[in-house]
Nanobody, 124 residues
Framework: VQLQASGGGLVQPGGSLRLSCAASGFTLRYYAIGWLRQAPGKEREGVACISSSDDDGSTYVVDSVKGRFTVSRDNGNNTVYLQMNNLKFEDTAVYFC????????????????WGQGTLVTVSS
């Protein structure tokens, strides 16, 4: 399982970014996919999760980003997105996508496979 997060960058407070999670040789629709982040000096934390499309496809976001972040899928492009709006300084972190690798799983999950992260910097 190889996952790759992309789409990070430098954005001003209040701005938006859309992160993408792509996979090689792995069909994302069958698996729950989560987004996690790690800020400098802090532990990695889960941010959002989307259940397998073969389950109910339900989504989950943590309270700190609720109303600002949305997780979604494009099964045709084998991609999972994290749309981040109204970004704040405290959203600065390296963002990762990950999965448990279990077909049909429902969020929350225990992450076993991680991709390389993408850096999001919120700064004025």
């Amino acid at each position: 399982v190889q996952l790759q997060a992309s789409g990070g960058g430098l954005v001003q407070p209040g701005g938006s970014l859309r992160l993408s999670c792509a996979a090689s040789g792995f069909t994302l629709r069958y698996y729950a996919i989560g987004w996690l982040r790690q800020a400098p000096g802090k532990e990695r934390e889960g941010v959002a999760c989307i259940s397998s499309s073969d389950d109910d496809g339900s989504t989950y976001v943590v309270d700190s980003v609720k109303g600002r972040f949305t997780v979604s899928r494009d099964n045709g492009n084998n991609t999972v997105y994290l749309q981040m709006n109204n970004l704040k300084f405290e959203d600065t972190a390296v963002y990762f996508c990950a999965t448990d690798g279990i077909a049909g799983s429902t969020c929350p999950i225990v992450y076993r496979y991680w991709g390389q992260g993408t850096l999001v910097t919120v700064s004025s």
